[in-house]
């Protein structure tokens, strides 16, 4: 257990629990044994740089990964768009510190022995409580210029992307591969028509159109109650001839010996 302090008028410190991360050769690549710091109770207002600061007295940090929760170890890809696919990690995680010699594992986890550190400096800070609170708005206040040039940068690799996949679907289209097989595209030999805006007007009109023949079939609430009073009267005049012509047929087929 390394007690530190995120703040030097801090009374009681917090407790970060850390240990050797040990997994078989080769299993993880990204946190590799005997260089690798495994560190439990991480607090969310304590970041990488942090971690890499506190831990750097005992050795050079290659890197800092924080998890919400103990995983495979594979690392991730970093998040390259400041705007989209982020993830805010909520409440205590986990963190993986890779050190480049394996001595400074050792050596961070002697630090226990020492009193409570201080992570947060005056030139770097650790923001925490309102501080911290203020800093995530205006953090997440977004830039329209910014935002902008993102999407459109974004929205010219798709359609680059769409253009190379629709050339090589051309290419591959009515070419047998070494079995004989031909690939069939989505395309088609005869692919259908695009909807332009004059089809999407006929279409609207003519679903208009149905409809107001069915409200107008049944405008009224009497009409409506005299169809049906109409439809039960019809049910009932052929009820009632369907039994005379079974009495007609029963009494036909009475036998008449004389």
């Known amino acids: 257990a390394l007690a530190v302090k995120f703040?030097?008028?801090?009374?009681?410190?917090?407790?970060?629990?850390?240990?050797?991360?040990?997994?078989?050769?080769?299993?993880?690549?990204?946190?590799?044994?005997?260089?690798?710091?495994?560190?439990?109770?991480?607090?969310?207002?304590?970041?990488?740089?942090?971690?890499?600061?506190?831990?750097?007295?005992?050795?050079?940090?290659?890197?800092v990964d924080i998890c919400d929760k103990r995983g495979s170890g594979e690392k991730k890809d970093k998040l390259t768009s400041k705007f989209f696919d982020h993830k805010t990690l909520k409440g205590f995680q986990v963190a993986y510190v890779v050190f480049?010699?394996?001595?400074?594992?050792?050596?961070?986890?002697?630090?226990?022995?020492?009193?409570?550190?201080?992570?947060?400096?005056?030139?770097?800070?650790?923001?925490?409580?309102?501080?911290?609170w203020i800093a995530s708005y205006e953090a997440s206040i977004v830039e329209p210029k910014e935002l902008k040039a993102e999407v459109d940068a974004y929205m010219q690799g798709h359609?680059?992307?769409?253009?190379?996949?629709?050339?090589?679907?051309?290419?591959?289209?009515?070419?047998?591969?070494?079995?004989?097989?031909?690939?069939?595209?989505?395309?088609?030999?005869?692919?259908?028509?695009?909807?332009?805006?004059?089809?999407?007007?006929r279409v609207l009109e003519k679903e208009?159109?149905?409809?107001?023949?069915?409200e107008l079939l049944n405008f009224y609430a009497w009409q409506h109650r005299e169809a049906k009073r109409e439809h039960i009267a019809q049910l009932r005049k052929k009820f009632e001839e369907d039994k005379q012509r079974i009495a007609l047929m029963r009494a036909q087929r009475k036998f008449r010996p004389y």
């Open 159 to 201: 359609d680059k992307k769409m253009a190379e996949e629709e050339a090589k679907a051309a290419k591959e289209e009515s070419v047998p591969d070494e079995e004989g097989w031909v690939k069939v595209t989505r395309k088609g030999r005869k692919p259908g028509l695009p909807r332009t805006e004059a089809a999407n007007l």
């Open 208 to 214: 208009k159109q149905k409809r107001a023949r069915k």
């Open 7 to 63: 703040a030097k008028r801090q009374r009681s410190p917090h407790c970060l629990l850390v240990k050797e991360h040990q997994v078989r050769e080769g299993a993880d690549t990204a946190h590799p044994p005997r260089r690798t710091l495994f560190v439990l109770n991480v607090p969310p207002y304590c970041g990488p740089d942090s971690l890499s600061r506190l831990f750097s007295r005992c050795g050079p940090v290659q890197s």
């Open 100 to 132: 480049r010699k394996p001595a400074a594992v050792q050596a961070a986890k002697a630090l226990s022995q020492e009193g409570p550190l201080l992570i947060s400096t005056e030139s770097h800070p650790v923001k925490t409580g309102i501080s911290k």
